[in-house]
């Protein structure tokens, strides 16, 4: 069964570093996005993207945030001048179409660390 | 503020026995709500989506209900196994963005033998 992969399982990075979380969403699969969960508390959206751009973001996504797709099959999200407070589990999710019942499908999940 | 409201925030129940979580939300424009099943450290699972003009749905032993009215929903287990044990999420999709999912804060389920 096609499932969305994400690598590193868990980063460990110092404060200030910049780091990459990757994901390969599932191949026919058009909308991609990210959440995370910082631990204990809720899952909270980040971005959403599609067609090589941005089509929404919370306000949690900020100038230190970005994302990419460099090929056909990778999504990354990079977190710039890492803070402690980005300790959390990424998860990347895609789902084919963007609209009412569509299922949203989440990866495993990349827990990071930043010390 | 788009919300997600979950009851209990955890649960233990025998091994066969019966439960129902909780769920109500002020999200608007409402699309859909989702429950979720999520193990320790993975990434949420979809067990069912259900739209405003549905009242019920089942997936197995899983049996969602919805009272757009009233803004509840609820998942109910029947005959539960220990690989229930999970947290369960309520999930409401908000109108018009591209599946911006808002998430409850899960009820934490132990099932016990």
């Known amino acids: 069964e096609p499932e969305v992969t994400q690598t590193p399982s868990h980063q460990v990075t110092q404060m200030g570093q910049e780091v990459i979380l990757r994901c390969v969403p599932i191949?026919?699969?058009?909308?991609f996005y990210w959440y995370r969960q910082i631990l204990g508390q809720k899952v909270e959206f980040l971005v959403s993207?599609?067609?090589?751009?941005?089509?929404?973001k919370s306000e949690i996504f900020d100038d230190q945030f970005s994302v990419e797709r460099p090929d056909g099959s990778n999504f990354t999200l990079k977190i710039r001048s890492t803070k402690l407070e980005d300790s959390a589990m990424y998860f990347c999710?895609?789902?084919?179409?963007?609209?009412?019942?569509?299922?949203?499908?989440f990866g495993q999940g990349t827990r990071l660390t930043v010390v | 503020k788009n919300q997600v409201e979950q009851s209990p925030q955890s649960l233990i129940i025998l091994e066969g026995k019966n439960c129902t979580l909780q769920c109500n939300y002020t999200v608007s424009p409402f699309s859909n709500l989702r429950w979720y099943k999520q193990d320790t450290g993975r990434g949420p699972v979809s067990l069912t989506i259900?739209?405003?003009?549905?009242n019920t749905k089942s997936n197995g032993r899983y049996t969602a209900t919805l009272d757009a009215d009233t803004k509840q929903s609820s998942l109910h287990i029947t005959a539960s196994q220990l690989s229930d044990s999970a947290s369960y999420i309520c999930?409401?999709?908000?109108?018009?963005?591209?599946?911006?999912?808002?998430f409850g804060a899960g009820t934490r389920l132990a099932v016990h033998p």
């Open positions: 191949s026919n699969h058009l909308y």
């Open positions: 999710a895609s789902s084919p179409t963007s609209t009412g019942n569509t299922e949203a499908f």
């Open positions: 999930v409401v999709r908000a109108g018009g963005g591209y599946n911006k999912l808002i």
């Open positions: 993207f599609y067609n090589n751009e941005i089509s929404e």
């Open positions: 259900m739209t405003f003009s549905e």
